[in-house]
């Protein structure tokens, strides 16, 4: 199971899980809540309640993590490095935006399945 933390300039905040099967957990009071899954290929998908999941993009076995555009090429929107550690890109903009970070395997599709469910970058304008 890999953990994941949002980044603050204090503690980092536990926000969620990827569990071995790929399900993806998001940190509540209660039970947690199933937001989604994460395949071994690296393609993420958002559950969606009575009706298939949506697919919002991909993690490479580099890192770099692409959102899905329908009907045209995918969006370089991140990476995952070695370390852990979940970037937003910012194209002209440098650095990039540190997110967060995991913790545990399997990391890399954890990593790419935190960028889109569980550190808040479902918005493609983003």
Same mark, same amino acid.
Not at 3 to 23: A, I, K, S
Not at 33 to 48: D, M, N, P, T
């Given at each position: 199971?890999?953990?994941?933390?949002?980044?603050?300039?204090?503690?980092?905040?536990?926000?969620?899980? *990827?569990?071995?099967?790929?399900? *993806?957990?998001?940190?509540?009071?209660?039970?947690?809540?199933?937001?989604?899954?994460?395949?071994?290929?690296?393609?993420?998908?958002?559950? *969606? /309640?009575?009706?298939?999941?949506?697919?919002?993009?991909?993690?490479?076995?580099?890192?770099?993590?692409?959102?899905?555009? /329908?009907?045209?090429?995918?969006?370089?929107v991140g990476r995952v490095e070695s370390n852990g550690k979940v970037y937003a890109r910012r194209p002209g903009i440098?650095?990039?935006?540190?997110?967060?970070?995991?913790?545990?395997?399997?990391?890399?599709? /954890?990593?790419? /399945?935190?960028?889109?469910?569980?550190?808040?970058?479902?918005?493609?304008?983003?």
């Open positions: 199971m890999a953990r994941v933390y949002e980044h603050f300039t204090g503690p980092d905040d536990y926000v969620g899980r *990827v569990e071995e099967d790929g399900r *993806v957990y998001g940190q509540q009071v209660g039970p947690d809540h199933y937001l989604g899954r994460v395949e071994q290929s690296g393609r993420v998908y958002a559950h *969606v /309640a009575g009706g298939p999941d949506d697919y919002l993009g991909r993690v490479e076995g580099n890192g770099r993590i692409y959102r899905h555009v /329908a009907g045209g090429p995918d969006d370089y440098d650095p990039d935006q540190l997110l967060g970070r995991v913790e545990g395997e399997p990391f890399l599709q /954890a990593g790419g /399945a935190a960028f889109f469910l569980l550190l808040g970058h479902l918005d493609p304008g983003q």
